[in-house]
RNA sequence: GGAGAAAUACCCAAGUCUGGUUGAAGGGACCGGUCUUGAAAACCGGGAGGUCGGAAACGGCGCGGGGGUUCGAAUCCCUCUUUCUCCGCCA
């Protein structure tokens, strides 16, 4: 969500910047929102004259009745009772039109960073950097699926009895493969200096409709029957929900947090859980970064941040690039953002493994999470990143650290998360 | 799940029974000053933070959130949320 001033000061940015991202059709709603903006604001006025008024007369009959001039008084009453009327249907006007152009502005897409590159979707993402060879080794991999089935670390179909398509059951050393990697890669944050945290795994509407629309909303979320709660789709959720109507203190920023937590999704849509395996499925886990900081460090923090996945996963022998996301790929609320890829050498592509990004205050105007300096308050800027979402994460490593002979080595980072195993066979 | 108590500004806290100079007493912290070589202490002085409209003057909102009664609500009523105490249940 921007700031409803940059469409009065400046309307021609904010429809550049819909073109930029190829949603033409959204064009309209920028002049909209400027006539409901000049017509709320005038009833504003009006409103906020009569209740002046109001005020006035109101105290004034305070004073005859303590001098017991009852008949003063009454008469003001019913004066003031006309003005009353007049409020009324003013405030309801007022209501409406604040409505309208809250919905409206929640639309509006943030504006993008300069050097985002300009494109329509996903196709024309770019390739920014390679981080470590992408080997193609001299024998087949299989499919992950076949690999952890072979090494018995995983039952599908009793998962399917119990919870259906999209769960699983890790089994065994895989099972602890998994636990050992996001126990690293918490390690790993926490040695970068972010404060750990284990937030609500459940979290209200009115959070979730703070940090996601919703169509995205009925798209993710789970939602718990009877009670006003859904299962988080990502610890974002909560930890921004965290910070929700507060006025962080200036030297407390930057706040950088780590968090864990199980993820859930119903995937509905686009790609639904079709895909064999572990690569999209209802329940993961994940190990997540958060910033919340000073508007002018959030491109240094959102340059550490991707870093730090990057480090992560080299540290465990996956190669990755980093993939920019073009402009009409970008979601509304961010500014600029990157995916993570990690190497399938099965595949001989990179995979999205992880998401960063910089969402300059258009989430902290949403949910209003604000700090405060000597000019006044200001929404601060969040950024997010993952450090590693698993099974995903993990069909990576195996991948990557596969041996012919059906084996997967271990690093060196893993191995006290391993009780000291170099291989799993 | 049951019973009770509470939520007031950066923090503590008065006011709520008895609605009207309470746009919120009093502390603490904070800022400015006196004193001091400097600081502390003491003393004097200052301001509610926020938000919306406005160029400004000024005005609207605002005592956990929402609604209601009333000319007028921190104060009365309803509702939601949260916290605390006790009971029950439970990893």
Sequence with gaps: M???????????????????????????????????????????????????????????IGTLMRDKKTEEAEELKKEIAQYNEKIAFLEQEELELSL?????????????????????????????????????????????????????????????????????????????????????????????????????????????????????????????????????????????????????KEEELPLTLTSYSPCFRKEVGAHGIEERGLYRVHQFEKQEMVVLCKEEEGMNWYNKMWQYTVEFFRSLEVPVRTLECCSGDLADLKVKSCDVEAWSPRQQKYFEVGSCSILGDAQARRLQIRSKNDNGTYYVTTLNNTVLATPRGLIAFIENNYNEDGSIDIPEALRPYMGGKTIIK
Excluded: W
Excluded at 9 to 37: R, T
Excluded at 166 to 176: H, K, N, Q, S, T
């Design 2 to 60: 921007i700031d409803i001033k940059l469409i009065r000061e400046n309307k021609e940015l904010v429809k550049e910047n819909i073109k930029k991202k190829f949603q033409d059709k959204k064009l309209p709603l920028v002049d909209e929102i400027e006539m409901l903006d000049i017509k709320n604001r005038e009833v504003k006025k009006q409103g906020d004259e009569l209740r002046s008024l109001k005020n006035t007369k109101s105290a004034q």
């Design 100 to 248: 309208k152009i809250k919905e409206k502005m929640m639309t509006i897409p943030n504006i993008i960073a300069d050097d985002v590159p300009i494109g329509e979707d996903d196709s024309k993402n770019v390739e920014i950097e390679k981080f470590g060879e992408p080997v193609v080794p001299n024998y087949d991999i299989p499919h992950h699926a076949d690999i952890i089935e072979a090494l018995n670390g995983v039952d599908k179909v009793s998962a399917g009895r119990t919870s259906g398509n999209g769960f699983y059951y890790l089994m065994g050393d895989i099972a602890r493969l998994h636990s050992a990697m996001l126990s690293y890669a918490r390690d790993f944050m926490i040695d970068k200096g972010f404060n750990y945290c284990i937030p609500p795994f459940m979290i209200r509407s009115d959070v979730v409709s703070g940090v996601m629309s919703f169509e995205e909303m009925d798209a993710m979320m789970y939602k718990i029957e009877g009670e006003d709660l859904y299962l988080i789709g990502t610890s974002e959720h909560s930890m921004i929900g965290k910070f929700k109507d507060t006025i962080i």
